[in-house]
């Protein structure tokens, strides 16, 4: 497949997905809340298998995202770009040194960025140091996403157990308070477990019916 299929294949991906995730009920709960009046730049990190769940809450424009230079990546590139999102091109895989070098030029540049931090491969739910190396160089906040949502598909034939809410599904996001990243750098359990609480706290809410939540402003 050439590299002009594979852009408009990610882009019709794009549009569908955003036509997909309209129908969603999303709601979002905050235990950090960035000051908007001053640019605060964010890192925020969450697992890999998350991002559709994820990409249905509102953010801040400009938010910037890493995707790997594979050919499947550019199918990834042109559908996140489609969502309004800023692609950055490299990987802990491959081009690792350069992919860390573009997210701190868009820290330093004013955009926050979205990490799956146990990507691109694995192992599930054990967190890489870039996130939290890129945090703490650009001095930026490393923030913790959790997500649920229900009805949703588990695709189990995946290493990252992919999630995808169907449509009229309710998602709920969750964020953590921030991490100290020069902490999670040294030690990347601290960074999985803020993780995991923050999902933890998504799921709770989600079954528990939570009622008004605090929405993020953009």
């Given at each position: 497949?050439?590299?002009?299929?594979?852009t408009?294949?990610?882009?019709?991906?794009?549009?569908?997905?955003?036509?997909?995730?309209?129908?969603w009920?999303?709601?979002?709960?905050?235990?950090?809340?960035?000051?908007?009046?001053?640019?605060?730049?964010?890192?925020?990190?969450?697992?890999?298998g998350?991002?559709?769940?994820?990409?249905?809450?509102?953010?801040?424009?400009?938010?910037?995202?890493?995707v790997?230079w594979s050919?499947?990546?550019?199918?990834?590139?042109?559908?996140?770009?489609r969502?309004?999102l800023?692609?950055?091109?490299?990987?802990?895989?491959?081009?690792?040194?350069?992919?860390l070098?573009?997210?701190?030029?868009?820290l330093?540049g004013?955009?926050?960025?979205?990490?799956?931090?146990?990507?691109?491969?694995?192992?599930r739910?054990?967190?890489?140091?870039?996130?939290?190396?890129?945090?703490?160089?650009?001095?930026?906040?490393?923030?913790?996403?959790?997500?649920?949502?229900?009805p949703?598909?588990?695709?189990?034939?995946?290493?990252?157990?992919?999630?995808?809410?169907?449509?009229?599904?309710?998602?709920?996001?969750?964020?953590?308070?921030?991490?100290e990243?020069?902490?999670?750098?040294?030690?990347?359990?601290?960074l999985?477990?803020?993780?995991?609480?923050?999902?933890a706290l998504a799921?709770a809410?989600?079954?528990?019916?939570?009622?008004q939540?605090?929405r993020?402003?953009t």
């Amino acid at each position: 497949m050439t590299v002009l299929l594979r852009t408009l294949l990610g882009t019709l991906l794009g549009l569908l997905v955003r036509l997909w995730a309209w129908t969603w009920r999303v709601q979002c709960y905050q235990d950090f809340v960035a000051a908007r009046g001053r640019r605060e730049r964010v890192v925020w990190a969450f697992w890999h298998g998350h991002q559709m769940a994820i990409v249905g809450a509102p953010r801040r424009a400009g938010t910037g995202v890493l995707v790997s230079w594979s050919r499947d990546g550019e199918i990834q590139a042109a559908a996140l770009r489609r969502l309004g999102l800023r692609v950055h091109r490299g990987s802990s895989s491959r081009g690792g040194a350069a992919g860390l070098r573009r997210l701190l030029r868009a820290l330093q540049g004013g955009e926050d960025i979205a990490v799956a931090v146990d990507g691109p491969r694995g192992p599930r739910h054990r967190a890489k140091a870039g996130a939290a190396r890129a945090a703490a160089r650009a001095r930026a906040h490393l923030v913790p996403v959790g997500a649920a949502a229900a009805p949703a598909v588990r695709l189990r034939g995946v290493w990252d157990h992919f999630m995808v809410p169907l449509p009229f599904a309710r998602v709920v996001v969750q964020t953590g308070a921030a991490v100290e990243a020069s902490n999670a750098m040294a030690r990347p359990v601290v960074l999985e477990r803020a993780i995991a609480s923050a999902s933890a706290l998504a799921r709770a809410r989600l079954c528990r019916g939570a009622a008004q939540p605090m929405r993020v402003k953009t």
